[in-house]
């Protein structure tokens, strides 16, 4: 591991040794973005925390294999993301999922027709997601809303990063085609082409 190590190394070494202390340092290191992931996936605040909970609960059970090279929050994010992939499937109806990033709060320089035009994008964009696969809204999420580089999200959806990037920009032209189907316009986020050409 080296003279150098993290504190999120060091954590997990005492951890691995039985400290509870350790652990629950872990576990608020990651939890926010742990469940920041989960509620995205599911858009239930209480689904997401359960999620949080049994993923911290998944990391507790596997202790003694995890690595932080270079972080364990990469396979907690894998974890999570396939509790709630496995969540969403059970689901017989799927509600709307709250974009953070899109914000309803109305341009000061917006008049009010630009305002019920710019509402009603955001809407269809929301509805258009849900129509996703989990694994493709995943990759459109923690690609362009969460700007999250594309190693990270071969990591959590458990492929290469060639397959990462194909369901990245899959993804992003199935959501662009739905968007289009129902709007009659280009996809009205500003979703930049993905580095790196997929």
């Known amino acids: 591991m080296g003279v150098f190590q993290s504190e999120e190394q060091r954590l997990l070494a005492r951890a691995q040794r039985g400290d509870m202390v350790a652990f629950e340092a872990l576990v608020r290191m990651h939890q926010q973005r742990v469940y920041a992931h989960a509620y995205r996936l599911l858009n239930n605040s209480a ?9 911290f609960l998944r990391a507790y059970q596997h202790l003694g ?6 972080s364990i929050v990469h396979w907690l994010l894998r974890v999570a993301n396939n509790l709630g992939v496995s969540a969403l499937r059970k689901r017989t109806t799927r509600p709307m999922m709250e974009l953070d990033d899109i914000s309803d709060v109305p341009s000061a320089a917006a008049t009010p027709e630009e305002d019920v035009v710019a509402r009603s994008r955001r809407e269809i964009v929301r509805e258009c997601l849900q129509d996703l696969s989990p694994k493709e809204r995943t990759a459109v999420l923690m690609f362009y809303l969460d700007e999250r580089p594309l190693e990270e999200i071969a990591r959590v959806l458990g492929c290469g990063l060639a397959g990462a990037k194909s369901r990245v920009h899959r993804a992003r032209h199935r959501l662009r085609d739905l968007v289009m189907a129902r709007w009659g316009e ?13």
């Open 65 to 70: 294999s995890l690595r932080a090279d270079p």
């Open 186 to 198: 280009d996809l009205p986020l500003a979703l930049g082409e993905e580095s790196g050409g997929a």
């Open 47 to 55: 689904e997401a925390e359960d999620l949080c909970a049994e993923t």
